[in-house]
T-cell receptor, first 114, second 111 residues
């Protein structure tokens, strides 16, 4: 069974540009999460989808971040326009059910904004 | 905001030594989790704890869910070079999926 996959693995962009990150969860997992780790700090929750619906988006930093999960399968996270402080590693995770259920993480997308 | 304090921040030990790291919080969690992240990979779940006072082992790893539900520790016995990586604690409340992570403990093992 394939794990959570993320694309791209790395992205280097200039301030003001747009970047779109993609996450493919494990097949059959209704729950999809986005997290971010800024250099040396904790991994922070961004948002949680249940199928195509946003269950919790309390961690989204600001309106430059837009997450979608059309059809309840893969998800995209767009940053527009990117700022220097958006640099970090963006992780996606998925789980079958919500509470108390193991979340399986993807390898992450390493974003560097110059 | 919600925060988990994880310590130590980093450790450099000799192969064969035991390792201990812990997390504390000012708030109660229903679930405590310990993850390990290898370079270039995402975090992988090591141990999950669901009850206050619970002590769970996974091979050379042992973790405990504190009685107060506000802390947890992870012990690694007889460390080996492949234990190198970043270890994260994480807490979860109720039926929400959201994980709250500690800052991570970077472990280096000298052969």
């Amino acid at each position: 069974e394939a794990g959570v996959t993320q694309f791209p693995s790395h992205s280097v962009i200039e301030k003001g540009q747009t970047v779109t990150l993609r996450c493919d969860p494990i097949s059959g997992h209704d729950n999809l999460y986005w997290y971010r780790r800024v250099m040396g700090k904790e991994i922070k929750f961004l948002l949680h989808f249940v199928k195509e619906s946003k269950q919790d988006e309390s961690g989204m930093p600001n309106n430059r971040f837009l997450a979608e999960r059309t059809g309840g399968t893969y998800s995209t996270l767009k940053v527009q326009p990117a700022e220097l402080e958006d640099s970090g590693v963006y992780f996606c995770a998925s789980s079958q059910r919500t509470g108390g259920e193991t979340q399986y993480f993807g390898p992450g997308t390493r974003l560097l904004v110059l | 905001g919600q925060q988990l304090n994880q310590s130590p921040q980093s450790m450099f030990i000799q192969e064969g030594e035991d390792v201990s790291m812990n997390c504390t919080s000012s708030s109660i969690f229903n679930t405590w989790l310990w993850y390990k992240q290898d370079p270039g990979e995402g975090p992988v779940l090591l141990i999950a704890l669901y009850k206050a006072g619970e002590l769970t082992s996974n091979g050379r790893l042992t973790a405990q869910f504190g009685i107060t539900r506000k802390d947890s520790f992870l012990n690694i016995s007889a460390s080996i070079p492949s234990d190198v990586g970043i270890y994260f604690c994480a807490g979860q409340r109720g039926n929400t999926g959201k994980l709250i992570f500690g800052q991570g403990t970077t472990l280096q093992v000298k052969p």
